[in-house]
C-alpha cells in the first residue's frame, strides 16, 4: 500500500463526486485510514493479502474479458463477464493512474451470488488497499470477494 498524501485534502476528494458520481466514500463517516485499516485487519484474518486479491482480480477479468460482454467460465463454479464503457477513470490518489471504465461481473453458479468490480476498484486494492467507503456504488466487502474470489 502506497503511503496516503495529506489525508484532508484526500478525504474531501474521496466524498466529493469531482472523479466519480457519488464520491468513493458513500455514507461512510470513517476517515480514509480507518477504512483502510479495517479492511485490512479483515484480509488479514482471512490470511489475504491486497496483492494476491488483485492479482486474482486481474485474471478473472482478463479472461471475462475475451468473451466480449457474454459470460465465460472461469472454472467449474464460477462465471464471469465484463462491460465497458468508453474513457478512462483516474486514481483519486495523486499520481498518474488511469484505468479503463470496465466492469467486470464475478457470479457462483451454484449459489448465484455474484460480485461487480471496475479496473480501479483492482487497481484501488492493489495500490492503496482501498476498498472504498460503505454505501458507495462500487463498494466491496473484503470477506464477500475473497470467499467469492477463492
Do not use: Y
Amino acid at each position: 500500500m502506497t503511503a496516503l498524501p495529506d489525508e484532508k485534502k484526500l478525504n474531501e476528494l474521496l466524498r466529493s463526486s469531482r472523479i466519480v458520481s457519488g464520491g468513493f466514500l458513500g455514507n461512510d463517516t470513517r476517515s480514509v485510514n480507518e477504512i483502510i485499516l479495517t479492511d485490512s485487519v479483515m484480509l488479514a484474518g482471512l490470511e489475504v493479502d491486497c496483492k494476491s486479491l488483485a492479482k486474482r482480480m486481474k485474471q478473472i477479468t482478463a479472461r471475462a474479458a475475451e468473451g466480449l460482454g457474454l459470460w465465460v467460465k472461469i472454472d467449474d463454479n464460477l462465471q464471469a463477464k465484463c462491460d465497458e464503457a468508453r474513457g478512462m477513470i483516474i486514481c483519486p490518489w495523486p499520481h498518474l493512474k488511469k484505468c479503463l471504465k470496465r466492469t467486470t461481473t464475478l457470479r457462483n453458479i451454484h449459489t448465484n451470488s455474484e460480485i461487480t468490480w471496475s479496473d480501479l476498484n483492482i487497481h484501488l486494492i492493489e495500490a492503496h488497499g482501498f476498498f472504498e467507503g460503505k454505501g458507495s456504488p462500487f463498494r466491496l466487502e473484503p470477506r464477500e470477494l475473497v470467499l467469492l474470489l477463492f
